[in-house]
């Protein structure tokens, strides 16, 4: 029997396999352990890698070589992290190495110093080799050095090493990554503790993962600060994780002055040396870390609760590239392995997270909000006299301008015309690659393609009847800006997207209008907002996405959450849609119970789980006949599952490539993902360019 351990090599891919395995040397018999960082020889190379398990094999068929070493000084992973990620791994089929080289500290080296020393023989040697070889008989020499000093090629060196005369040890030496700034680090700190009132049997509650279900985002974050101060006081570390870096920081600066110590970021605009610097202390030392997603997998020395805010948050659901998960899902898998409580808290609960409460799988508690403002829908359908926007629009945006108070204009269409179309034929300009419309940007005098970013000039005929009349049709936030100064002369405004670059975004506060995407969220809480504009709620209503109508309340009751205005005017076409009179009346009640209704008569979450495999191709034949075999396949295996597809997937033509769906609803949990992914690979044939994703337990699904 040889005692082996399964090592997964940090930043090294190696296809198709996820670890390999190496045997453990007598030395190493009693430090070993799963979750150790070790050096690992791969051919003619030193590696850093983890022991992710470790077993006992009889008669190896292959040939396994020994760790070369043990690295104690490099954080250890425990081993309910190893478990939380085979487990995300396996329920989300993804890849071993990808998911563990998610988490492992990137600003970590290895420095492999080769130090040469001649040996007591006698062999025959070329001139060169006789020159090396007495400069070593008495002095060990390392390579570097010696190379410098006596200008010697590899090639000798090998040839000495061949016949004998001389021999080679390997010495490691790791270097870790300083940080020049610490931006990771809050600046300042509280003099002593601060002290809020909130109800003490929240404390009492958690037994079970617990839903706070607190509508305002101030007396939510009070609560955080209560429940991190009772474990921190108990010697316990504690883990915020927020969806948006803005939301981590916003959080931060509130946390700071109650605390008597600085507490630590966590995110993806670090450096490698500041990601390390977090990872390391949040394994040595009694810490508070506010993280995105990524914090759920820090290797916390004695976490005490994982406290998960704006739950119902669709950035948490990471899908765009691998690992694929859940972050919600993985925080309470990681509390469940670790016997620690977890908090979700939300100002508006997605409907899955509510819905376990109804069945007590979390507890709950709710605080309603005591300031609302005033809602007003305009109904687009009966204003027609103005092209951009309403008479009511207008008059109680100059109202605010005569009393000093911002206003702020929510549109999520980027550019100034979302198309162009031929007033002769109807025909609207395309992108040559992908199934979207061009985006007119009159800044830059172009249309662009927001999928592939394909770019062109704006059209001077009709490329289908020769006309030369175009319609600049929709409106992006350039256009409704440029109408903004046009109409408001001395009003400072501001444009806030994607496209838009701030140097400094204190900027935003000396604005008078300030029109944005999503983008200006974090920024409504500012005091001296007095009026909040959805320009057209519809935008965000009617995306295929049988979720849409969830995003959409939550969004605007993550909005009331923090809004400090008077007045929110949410434009629609469709004013009688029950988001809309459940906003109007503020009754999450009346929201949830026709959601669940819509849901249970089409058995969507969280009466099923849904799975989507999504398939790509540059045939669309190939992706049609595959797809119609996976499916047959499903089917045969399972005869009662509700299979759709494979249909279109939004946008169906990106990057010349085609791309379908198949949406499966389980509501018994009879599929897993290993199942799945043997179906797709089994089913495609030999020499085929389809590429097929699996998303498991998806809460949102473009249709």
């Not at 190496?22 to 070993?32: D, K, L, M, Q, R």
């Not at 050095?145 to 790791?174: M, N, W, Y």
């Not at 006081?233 to 939301?247: A, D, E, M």
């Not at 256009?479 to 975004?505: C, F, G, M, P, T």
Request: with cysteine.
């Amino acid at each position: 029997m040889v005692r082996v351990s399964k090592v997964v090599l940090f930043d090294t891919y190696i296809p198709e396999k996820d670890f390999l395995y190496y045997s453990i040397p007598e030395e190493f018999t009693e430090s070993a352990d799963i979750g150790k960082a070790v050096v690992v020889p791969l051919k003619k190379s030193r590696k850093l890698g983890y022991i992710w398990d470790i077993e006992e094999i009889e008669d190896p068929e292959f040939e396994v070589y020994p760790i070369l070493s043990i690295l104690e000084n490099i954080p250890p992973l425990s081993k309910p992290l190893v478990r939380l990620v085979n487990w995300i791994s396996e329920y989300y089929s993804n890849s071993l190495y990808k998911t563990a080289n998610y988490i492992f500290p990137s600003g970590v080296e290895l420095e492999v110093l080769r130090y040469l020393k001649a040996r007591d023989t006698v062999v025959e040697m070329s001139k060169k080799q006789e020159k090396i070889f007495l400069a070593l008989i008495d002095n060990e020499m390392e390579e570097k050095s010696l190379k410098k000093s006596l200008k010697v090629s590899e090639s000798v060196i090998k040839a000495l090493l061949k016949k004998g005369a001389i021999e080679e040890r390997f010495e490691i030496k790791l270097i870790e990554k300083k940080p020049r700034k610490h931006v990771y680090l809050s600046e300042k700190k509280g003099d002593s503790w601060g002290s809020f009132t909130i109800d003490k049997k929240i404390l009492d509650l958690m037994k079970k993962p617990i839903l706070l279900f607190i509508e305002s985002r101030d007396e939510r974050w009070k609560t955080y600060f209560e429940i991190m101060k009772h474990f921190y006081q108990r010697g316990k570390s504690i883990l915020f994780v927020f969806p948006t870096i803005k939301s981590l920081i916003q959080f931060g600066d509130f946390l700071s002055q109650y605390v008597p110590f600085s507490i630590y970021f966590y995110h993806s605009f670090l450096t490698e040396a500041q990601s390390y610097s977090v990872f390391k202390v949040a394994t040595t030392e009694q810490a508070v870390v506010l993280s995105t997603s990524k914090g759920l997998f820090l290797p916390f020395k004695d976490l005490g609760v994982i406290i998960v805010d704006q739950e119902e948050n669709e950035f948490y659901n990471m899908r765009e590239k691998e690992p694929r998960y859940d972050s919600v899902v993985v925080a309470l898998k990681r509390g469940e392995l670790e016997g620690i409580p977890v908090v979700l808290g939300s100002s508006s609960p997605s409907i899955v997270s509510f819905y376990r409460t109804i069945y007590r799988e979390m507890e709950l508690y709710r605080k309603p909000l005591f300031y609302r403002p005033q809602i007003t829908v305009i109904d687009l359908r009966k204003d027609k006299t103005q092209e951009i926007l309403d008479f009511y629009s207008l008059r109680k945006i100059e109202e605010n301008l005569r009393n000093r108070r911002k206003v702020f204009i929510l549109l999520n269409r980027l550019g100034y015309s979302p198309y162009i179309q031929c007033q002769d034929c109807g025909y609207i300009f395309m992108c040559p690659h992908c199934k979207s419309s061009l985006v007119y940007h009159l800044e830059e005098k172009i249309m662009k393609c927001h999928y592939c970013g394909f770019e062109m000039l704006p059209p001077q005929r009709c490329p289908v009847c020769e006309g030369y009349s175009f319609v600049y049709g929709g409106i992006g936030t350039e256009k409704l800006y440029r109408y903004l100064v046009n109409l408001y002369d001395r009003a400072k405004v501001l444009r806030i997207d994607s496209e838009v670059e701030l140097q400094d975004e204190t900027i935003i506060y000396g604005a008078d209008i300030v029109v944005g995407t999503r983008l200006i969220e974090p920024w409504l809480d500012d005091e001296k907002i007095g009026l909040l504009i959805i320009y057209n709620l519809d935008n965000f209503l009617h995306i295929p996405d049988f979720a849409s109508p969830e995003k959409t309340f939550n969004m605007i009751k993550r909005i009331i959450g923090i809004y400090k205005g008077r007045e929110m005017i949410i434009r629609t076409y469709n004013p009688s849609h029950y988001v809309v009179r459940a906003l109007k009346i503020n009754s999450f009640g009346n929201f949830l119970n026709r959601e669940l209704l819509n849901r249970k008569s089409l058995n969507y979450p969280p009466f099923s789980k849904i799975h989507q495999i999504l398939l790509e191709d540059i045939d669309e034949k190939e992706i049609l006949d595959e797809g119609g075999r996976i499916v047959s396949k499903i089917k045969e295996e399972f005869k009662d599952l509700a299979i759709l597809g494979p249909a279109p997937y939004f946008p169906y033509f990106v990057r010349d490539k085609y791309r379908y769906q198949i949406i499966i609803k389980d509501n018994e949990n009879l599929i897993n993902s290993d199942f799945l992914k043997k179906v797709c690979e089994e089913n495609r044939s030999p020499f085929s360019n389809l590429k097929f994703i699996i998303n498991i337990d998806m809460r949102e699904i473009i249709t």
